[in-house]
């Protein structure tokens, strides 16, 4: 368990505080210190999509091990309560960042950690 | 091996786990456990409470704590040593196996982290972790302003690397705290590790002196006592039936991480 922990933090950007592998206390790159940004795409708008009460878990759960299936998942559910009113959104975008610390300053800049574009057609087609 | 598993069950009521039906069913098992004798070494317990300890893990995939996945395999480990011919012996081994896979790779995570061998983690954790306020403050010696502007300055939104707000000046002692606590945390769980997984022969008392020494101090700080009550736990494993003295030193470690847990609770600024 706990090498297959090491593999998804190298492979897929788990957090080494989470998946067993007993990395808790050994780096500020932990899934709570994470964010994400989830925007509907339109030919002319760019909304900025919030995330409902009932994705929360999800959300916790992509910036832990955000992995493109488990992002395209995420994607799918806010595409079903991404709003319509002034122009149906082509894509869905997810960025996932993680925080990072200067080393002498200790000022905080994101690293996008993954991004995924789902297109709507697909999101209302797919599994 | 009784007060090992009697340690267990006590720190599931202390520190009720898991949510749903999971925690009421924690709780029945436990009390079952402390108030029935047979029940306590019976093996159906134990693999019962690993059967729950294991779902809670896969339920909340991948967010579990570390303690959580450490509980299943305890709990598996006490269940299927209690088949054993020689359980107290079978659960010993699987203790102090455990006790050193734990601490090898909490130790090797944080060999493999840049940024907690330059003393960053710590930095940002004394003054980001409300959990961590009151030893920035006595010991940092950063005073409550200052450590509320560096908080909102550590903890501060980015996408990218835009300029954002200034921070208050970090004291050196808070920088010399945070460095302490990097190094001493690292050897110390360095060192369980080795003690654990290299043969002592007669010198087994190192390994004790190690895990409570580990125990009495980090999680005075670190506030994760279900952790540290597992970990006693399997430690107790360790003791011969006739170490009285070494029984009662994980009794009263224990206790002392009750009293912890309590005032962490009280200094809560929730």
């Known amino acids: ?68 299936e488990r992002l395209r998942a995420f994607a799918r559910a806010l595409a079903e309560r991404a709003p319509r009113d002034l122009e149906a959104p082509e894509a869905i975008r997810i960025d996932v960042f993680a925080r990072r610390h200067d080393v002498e300053t200790l000022a905080p800049h994101g690293e996008r950690l993954r991004s995924i574009e789902l297109r709507l057609d697909a999101a209302l087609s797919g599994p | 091996m009784t007060l090992a598993l009697r340690l267990t069950l006590v720190a599931l009521l202390l520190h009720p786990i898991g949510s749903g039906m999971l925690r009421p069913a924690f709780l029945a098992l436990a009390v079952a456990g402390l108030v029935l004798p047979r029940v306590l070494h019976h093996p159906a317990l134990w693999l019962a409470l690993a059967a729950l300890a294991g779902g809670r893990v896969v339920a909340g995939w991948p967010l579990a704590d570390n303690h959580a996945y450490l509980l299943a395999y305890w709990a598996l480990a006490a269940g299927l040593s209690l088949l054993a011919p020689d359980p107290s012996r079978a659960l010993a081994w699987n203790g102090r196996a455990l006790v050193a896979l734990a601490f090898a790779f909490a130790a090797f995570w944080k060999l493999l982290s840049p940024d907690y061998l330059d003393g960053r983690f710590f930095r940002v954790t004394l003054v980001e972790d409300r959990r961590f306020e009151r030893l920035a403050t006595t010991l940092g010696g950063i005073d409550a302003d200052s450590l509320l502007e560096r908080r909102a300055f550590v903890s501060q939104h980015a996408d990218g690397r835009e300029p954002g707000r200034d921070a208050a000046p970090e004291p050196a002692r808070l920088r010399a705290l945070a460095l302490a606590a990097t190094w001493l945390t690292l050897a110390l769980e360095a060192a369980v590790a080795l003690a654990f997984l290299a043969p002592l022969g007669g010198r087994d008392w190192l390994r004790h002196v190690l895990l409570l020494s580990f125990c009495a101090t980090t999680y005075a700080v670190a506030p994760v006592a279900g952790f540290g009550w597992l970990l006693l736990a399997m430690g107790a494993s360790q003791c011969a039936a006739d170490a009285r003295r070494t029984r009662f030193a994980y009794v009263g470690t224990f206790t002392l991480l009750v009293f912890y847990a309590g005032l962490a609770v009280r200094s809560s600024p929730w």
């Open chain 1, 1 to 68: 368990m706990a090498l297959h922990q090491l593999w998804l933090v190298e492979r897929f950007d788990l957090s080494a505080w989470c998946g067993g592998g007993f990395g808790m206390f050994s780096t500020t790159d932990g899934w709570g210190t994470r964010h994400l940004h989830a925007v509907a795409l339109s030919p002319n708008f760019r909304t900025t999509l919030e995330i409902p009460p009932e994705l929360e878990e999800d959300a916790s759960r992509a910036l832990a091990l955000p992995t493109e």
